[in-house]
């Protein structure tokens, strides 16, 4: 048991290291290839305030 926690705590501090590219996590969460000005003012916008309801 103490080992699985242990294990499960290495992952977590893993997952937490790893690097995130914001911009590659809002077009991907855009679904869009390209950010254009319209999007940088409209779902984007929403998306990185957390207006947005998934």
């Keep these: 048991e103490l080992a699985r926690q ?3 705590r290495s992952s977590f501090n893993e ?3 790893t690097p995130l590219d914001f911009s590659n996590f809002i077009m991907n ?3 869009v290839d390209i950010l254009t000005p319209e999007l ?3 779902p984007t916008f929403d998306l990185m305030k957390g207006r947005v309801q998934a």
Aim: proline share 0%; no cysteine.
């Design 6 to 8: 242990a294990d499960s």
């Design 40 to 42: 940088l003012v409209g």
């Design 29 to 31: 969460q855009l679904r």
């Design 15 to 17: 997952l937490l290291d």
